[in-house]
């Protein structure tokens, strides 16, 4: 089975404009969750979509969105960049949703830089 | 806002030594999981345990969790080179949050 994929990779960009981060699950998983990782505050929890609908959000401003489409993969968009939103985003993937005591696979992460 | 507190933060000890990390919480947990993350990588998951487990065992790798502390422990034991690595716990809760602690930078020399 092939892993969670994530695209960009690596990402620049200035500060107020957007950005759409992609996330493909692994086949068959329909949770996918978001997390920024940064070093001042560590891993962060996003949001989780289960089956096309959001189930949590974390505590981010709402310039942070995501859906995910039928197929499972997720998209998280950010709009008007700040030096701040500089981090890792990394996703994960299960088959049920996150507290059910399934492990999460991450995928590798997009490094977003904001200039 | 993080839930899980590693510590030590960092942690330096020879190949073949063990290596103890420790994870602190808040609340009450459905589970706990441990992962490894090489340099700015994703994440990899090592190991979950449930709140009504005590220790489990995966290869070099035991962890034990103590729910009336809210405390669980990771140990590597025979560590590699290839250990070398930041671990993060997770915890699941019960109002279903899941929270990363800040991480032990663990790095083993050859």
């Known amino acids: 089975k092939a892993g969670v994929t994530q695209t960009p990779r690596y990402l620049i960009k200035t500060r107020g404009q957007q950005v759409t981060l992609s996330c493909s699950p692994i086949s068959g998983h329909r949770s996918v969750s978001w997390y920024q990782q940064t070093p001042g505050q560590g891993l962060q929890f996003l949001f989780e979509?289960?089956?096309?609908?959001?189930?949590n959000k974390g505590n981010f401003p709402g310039r942070f969105s995501g859906r995910q489409f039928s197929n499972s993969r997720s998209e998280m968009n950010v709009s008007t960049l700040e030096l701040g939103d500089s981090a890792l985003y990394l996703c994960?993937?299960?088959?049920?949703?996150?507290?059910?005591?399934?492990?999460?696979?991450f995928g590798p992460g997009t490094r977003l830089l904001v200039l | 806002s993080q839930q899980g507190e590693e510590d030590p933060q960092a942690l330096s000890i020879q190949e073949g030594e063990n290596a103890t990390m420790n994870c602190s919480y808040k609340?009450?947990?459905?589970?706990l999981q441990w992962y490894r993350q090489n340099s700015g990588r994703g994440l990899v998951h090592l190991i979950l345990i449930r709140s009504n487990e005590r220790e489990k065992h995966s290869g070099r790798l035991r962890v034990t969790l103590d729910t009336s502390k809210k405390s669980s422990s990771l140990l590597i034991t025979a560590s590699r080179a290839a250990d070398t690595a930041s671990y993060f716990c997770a915890t699941d809760a019960k109002n279903n949050d899941m929270r990363f602690g800040a991480g032990t930078r663990l790095t083993v020399k050859p």
């Open positions: 609340t009450s947990i459905n589970n």
């Open positions: 979509y289960f089956s096309e609908t959001q189930r």
């Open positions: 994960a993937s299960s088959s049920i949703p996150r507290g059910g005591g399934e492990t999460q696979y």
